[in-house]
């Protein structure tokens, strides 16, 4: 999240942002999608980062209230689905094309 954020204070709390987010996420932790609200998780996660003085990203921001979109119609297909497992194989291709891209780059591109 630090990484994709538009601006970062110079002054930021590495460690207390990292424990605030990982708080927040552990409450979310395992929750079936009828038992997750992103409208009640979103604008937490959004002030958590405005304590911080982290201002996200469009592409980070977008991507959320997208998701809110489709979470009334998840509910409905399927409120038993376990969302959470369902995404791992998405996020760990998408981890496994950063960590080639980084891979690829050169040192002086990495200065």
Known sequence: MLA???R???DLDREGFRTAVTALVDEAFGALSK???LAA???RLFKLQR???VFAAAEF???LLSLLVLEGMIKEFDSEVDFQAEAVPVLMASFAKDVELDAARTPQDRA
């Open 51 to 53: 304590d911080f003085g």
């Open 61 to 63: 921001a977008f991507p």
């Open 8 to 10: 970062l204070p110079a």
């Open 35 to 37: 038992d997750f609200e």
């Open 41 to 43: 998780f979103a604008p």
């Open 4 to 6: 994709s954020a538009a």
